[in-house]
């Protein structure tokens, strides 16, 4: 079946650092790639669309400056977390989807920021 | 608008015990329904699915039947084990379109 693998699985930073997370669809095509965030005990709140050669569309109250999404190429996602506060500490879950209707989910990443 | 409602955790369950999560959606067009599983510390899984109204879903013991008369698709399992402790969501999504809609998700813990 689809996989999309995620990395860093978990990630410890130092506030005002930024960090970079990637979502990666390893046998299949994605144009499209979600980015979740999903706090302690909660549902997922979608962040924004990636969409492959243009640029990510944003929910509402997501700062885009904050969470930069670059989709550049149809296998790869990447969600760069700028100048990361104690606040931004979260699970972060990347997505694609294949042809079709499911929806593949990567295994997520633990941010940490100190 | 497009939601899923589902129903509030968390439930503890004995070994073999049946269970029953309720998941009710409205939906502004004729949506597929899903059920995913999050183990701990770990992303999504898809668990099974049902595209178009009395299909029934199932995978790994696990059932669900879209019920277009009362817009619900609830997960039953026969009889549960340690194993299956995890949260479950319900979600929906509309053919035309990409957006996911899940719920609140549902922690179930399993005891021997």
């Known amino acids: 079946g689809a996989v999309v693998s995620q990395h860093p699985s978990w990630v410890i930073c130092k506030s005002g650092t930024s960090v970079k997370i990637e979502c990666r669809s390893l046998?299949?095509?994605?144009?499209?790639m979600f980015w979740y965030r999903q706090f302690p005990k909660q549902s997922l709140m979608l962040m924004a669309t990636?969409?492959?050669?243009?640029?990510?569309?944003?929910e509402q109250g997501v700062e885009k400056d904050k969470f930069l999404i670059n989709h550049a190429s149809l296998t790869l996602s990447t969600l760069t977390v700028t100048s990361a506060h104690p606040e931004d500490s979260s699970f972060y879950i990347c997505?694609?989807?294949?042809?079709?209707?499911?929806?593949?989910f990567g295994n997520g990443t633990r941010l940490t920021v100190t | 608008g497009n939601s899923v409602t589902q129903m509030e955790g968390p439930v503890t369950l004995s070994e073999e015990a049946f269970l029953t999560i309720n998941c009710t959606y409205t939906?502004?067009?004729?949506?597929?329904l899903f059920w995913y599983v999050q183990y701990p510390g770990e992303g999504l899984q898809l668990l099974l699915k049902?595209?178009?109204?009395?299909d029934k879903g199932s995978n790994k013991g696990f059932e669900a039947t879209y019920r277009k008369e009362t817009t619900s698709f609830h997960l039953e399992k026969g009889s549960v084990q340690v194993s299956d402790s995890a949260v479950y969501f319900c979600?929906?999504?509309?053919?035309?379109?990409?957006?996911?809609?899940f719920g609140t998700g549902t922690s179930l813990t399993v005891i021997p």
């Open positions: 997505s694609a989807r294949e042809t079709g209707i499911s929806l593949h």
């Open positions: 046998d299949f095509q994605a144009t499209t």
């Open positions: 990636s969409n492959e050669g243009s640029k990510a569309t944003y």
């Open positions: 939906a502004t067009g004729y949506p597929s």
């Open positions: 049902a595209t178009k109204a009395d």
């Open positions: 979600a929906l999504s509309l053919n035309t379109g990409n957006q996911f809609y």
